[in-house]
């Protein structure tokens, strides 16, 4: 596989990036998670509220202070979309909806977690539409980053699409690319996003092996080559409601034994904040080398 060129992290020479056994530990700020669905009955996430607090209960045990809610939008399997070009805006406004309301049972509950509001955007020919119309959401609902996905088995050129976003002045953030079937198969595929300033999102269940061996091994060799900018979750459920839940502790504690504390400081707290505007602690004011000097200079500068 064809990895990047530069490491933003200095790899312990004596660890293998094969999968390890780890212990529960805890860093001393919150994890920061840009990629979860946490809303309510809006997607494939949970189906009732009392689902999403189990969840978010499950994220704050796991360390997570702040969680972007990123529903799936633009995308054929949504069925929250609105029905006719009439109800655009819909979508969008019951996100903030339902960001107000699980904050506001969370604080209710005691539960120490703050959600933001954003979606995961599939890539589509009205992109840019739907986020100027409201039909789809960027990150935290501030115009700064979109957070998109792309078809699991079909390679969709970069140049077009992520020169249209840029233009609008949004960073791109690429969910899960360790996912998709085009990468597994094309390293140039990677590459290609790369060119274009496109951040990269790892999932966590991938890091610990939830979507098989193949896609564990290649997490862990973009994390190796200094490809990956943000680990976040993706979660869609609660640990103990079954699969796809957060497990970000076990990933956190899987990157420290692997690569150490410093990169998974990198990558679930320092780059984060800079995505979440009013994350605590306040944003750190020193530059962070993201791996690319290109990608750095595109986060840095938002």
């Known amino acids: 596989m064809t990895t990047l060129p530069h490491r933003p992290y200095a790899m312990k020479a004596d660890k293998s990036i094969d999968p390890v056994e780890t212990s529960v530990s805890r860093t001393s700020d919150g994890y920061i998670d840009i990629h979860s669905h946490v809303l309510p009955g809006i997607d494939d996430g949970p189906a009732t509220l009392e689902e999403s607090i189990v969840l978010c209960a499950d994220l704050a045990r796991q360390n997570v202070s702040h ?32 960001v107000r309301q699980l904050n506001s049972e969370l604080t209710r509950r005691g539960i120490d977690l703050t959600v933001h509001a954003g979606g995961e955007v599939r890539v589509s020919p009205d992109i840019i539409e739907a986020l100027d119309t409201g039909l789809a959401l960027t990150l935290c609902d501030e115009h700064r980053f979109v957070l998109i996905e792309l078809p699991f088995d079909t390679t969709i050129p970069a ?28 390293p140039g595929f990677l590459r290609e996003w790369s060119d274009h300033q496109v951040m990269f999102q790892v999932n966590a269940g991938s890091i610990v092996g939830e979507y098989g061996r193949t896609v564990q091994k290649l997490a862990l060799e973009l994390i190796q080559s200094g490809g990956v900018h943000f680990i976040a979750s993706d979660a869609h459920n609660a640990t103990t409601l079954g699969r796809r839940g957060p497990q970000i502790r076990a990933a956190a504690d899987l990157i420290r034994d692997t690569f150490g504390q410093h990169v998974v400081r990198q990558l679930l707290i320092d780059n984060p904040r800079l995505v979440v505007p009013h ?3 306040p944003m750190p004011k020193a530059p962070f080398s993201l791996g690319l000097a290109s990608n750095s200079q595109v986060l840095q500068s938002r």
């Open 67 to 98: 969680v972007i809610a990123t529903p799936h939008q633009l995308n054929p399997d949504d069925h929250a979309q609105p029905a006719s070009p009439n109800e655009k805006g819909t979508h969008a406004n019951s996100v903030r909806l339902l």
């Open 159 to 186: 140049r077009g699409i992520v020169e249209r976003l840029h233009s609008t002045g949004l960073g791109v953030i690429l969910a899960h690319p360790e996912r998709y079937t085009a990468l597994q198969t094309n």
């Open 279 to 281: 994350s605590e602690p």
